[in-house]
Nanobody, 125 residues
């Protein structure tokens, strides 16, 4: 069983930055692919970024050039650095772990078997 705990959300003005962290339990974190997803009010949860065990990275188009995903296997933590934030980035951000396909940086929610509780990011205009 893997537990994921997100932190770092908050309220920020448009153009500002936040760094989200996701701390994972377990001794095999380095073998997982890790992803960030978000869900805005009234919308479906959507893919944001993913990083596989070998640091292969993928982003959704709307955050390319503004967000950066990274991982520190020694700390069992994955990060999402968010710069140049826009009001449309407002959402609950979820961290997820894909323990079965660590070699694959998937954008599909169904491929992730562990999820955090989410952290709220609000960007004011």
């Amino acid at each position: 069983q893997v537990q994921l705990v997100e932190s770092g959300g908050g309220l920020v003005q448009a153009g500002g930055s936040l760094r989200l962290s996701c701390a994972a339990s377990g001794r095999t974190f380095g073998s997982y692919a890790m992803g960030w997803f978000r869900q805005a009010p009234g919308k479906e949860r959507e893919f944001v970024a993913t990083i596989n065990w070998n640091n292969i990275i993928s982003y959704t188009d709307s955050v390319k050039g503004r967000f950066a995903i990274s991982r520190d296997n020694a700390k069992n933590t994955v990060y999402l650095q968010m710069n140049s934030l826009k009001p449309e980035d407002t959402a609950v951000y979820y961290c997820a772990a894909d323990s079965a396909h660590g070699w694959f940086a998937s954008s599909r929610m169904d491929d992730y078997d562990y999820w955090g509780q989410g952290t709220q990011v609000t960007v004011s205009s």
